[in-house]
């Protein structure tokens, strides 16, 4: 199915977002720029929601994404003076990095984003608007990556980078910091996590790796064979998709513990321990109402997160899939379609937005949406906008968190 979210212009912004201390300085009109600054104000935190504190002209109150303002005399003339006028302003700024980006509008213009500074820049001249989020999130990381030259000056045995995790994504700040913890256990250290808030000196320093690792491969592995071909650092992906669920989180490391001849078991004791709780807890449900077994769920997602999901509430928890749709291409998509088969659920391709079930996992909208037309008792968001407004407590979407939170959630408010 075609996807119902963010489109590439949008992953190309929030990936630019995602380097710590950046500007994003946008060349278009106002309508072009408000939206897209307000999701990364809301999804960074960064700056503050204060108007007074964003008075330039260029800002027009937000915190983010800095832009010409483009009228209708400019897509005759060209937009070049107030091109230049916005980049003297963000120099002066002094960011780590300066990312210039075209709205479509004014890339079907040709318009030029050739400046030259003492400050890194990365620009995007003419942006992917028809593609989907992961992209234009992978084109603005390699115009990232490009821009910054890491180098491949020694290797650091038990070192890896994260990719494919972008600001955008639910929970981001947490899920990083479950992995990092959960690798660190290992023995791992995480040197970089590409596309959220890493540091340019970070990125820099990702060519010492010795692994770069696809969390959520459908946004990476252009990314990652980047990297195998300009500094021969190889890449590991699970097949089991991104680490969430107990089985696919077990996979994923000890497949990475696997490539970098480390023990697991740190980690894998971790996860026992977690895995006992959420144990007492299915068993106490199954004992007073005979649940989850045999609940129904449908399924909307990237394919690097519907697969381990749908295995996680299928074989860990017996609940049946009703509809699932996957919303673009990758790796795993396949992989999705074989499992379904495989468990007797082939035609489980029914929209999610007219299936009745007991709940529904799909980004917030539409979760929202399915719960409004009553056609599920509970939701699980996993793509942004949250079901809530306000999450003071860790809220990972993966890792050993983000299973709990995946079991903690589908469980709520399901009936016999």
Partial sequence: ???????????????????????????????????PASLAEAMTRRGGFNPMMHDSRFYLGQSRLPCTYMDSNDYVSGC?????????????RGP????????????????????RSDIPVAAIEGPLPSSSFSEGYETANLAILQSLRPMREGCRERAVNLLGISV????WEDSVEDLRHLLSLCGIEVICALGADCATEDIRRSGTAALNVAVHDERCLRTAKWYESELGTPFFRSAEGAPIGFGPLRAWIEGICERLATDPSPALKAMKDARSRAKREISRLDQYHGLPRGSSFSLQGRPSLTLPILKTLHGYLGMVPVAVNVTEEGPCKDAVEAYLTEIGCGDACTDVM??????????????ANVLARGFAFNAVDIDPPGLVSVNIRKDALLGLDGTLRLLDRSLQGLRR
């Fill in 80 to 92: 070049k003076a107030r091109m230049e006028e916005l980049w003297n302003d963000s120099t002066a």
């Fill in 354 to 367: 007219y299936c009745p079930a007991d709940i529904v996992v799909a980004d917030g909208n539409t979760a």
């Fill in 1 to 35: 199915m075609t996807d119902p979210g963010p489109e590439g212009f949008i992953g190309s912004i929030m990936a630019f977002e995602g380097v710590r201390g950046s500007i994003t300085a946008m060349n278009g009109p106002t309508g072009c720029k408000y939206y």
């Fill in 168 to 171: 955008a994504d639910t929970g």
């Fill in 96 to 115: 780590s990095l300066i990312c210039l980006i075209n709205s479509p509008g004014a890339s079907l213009i040709g318009e030029e984003l050739g400046f």
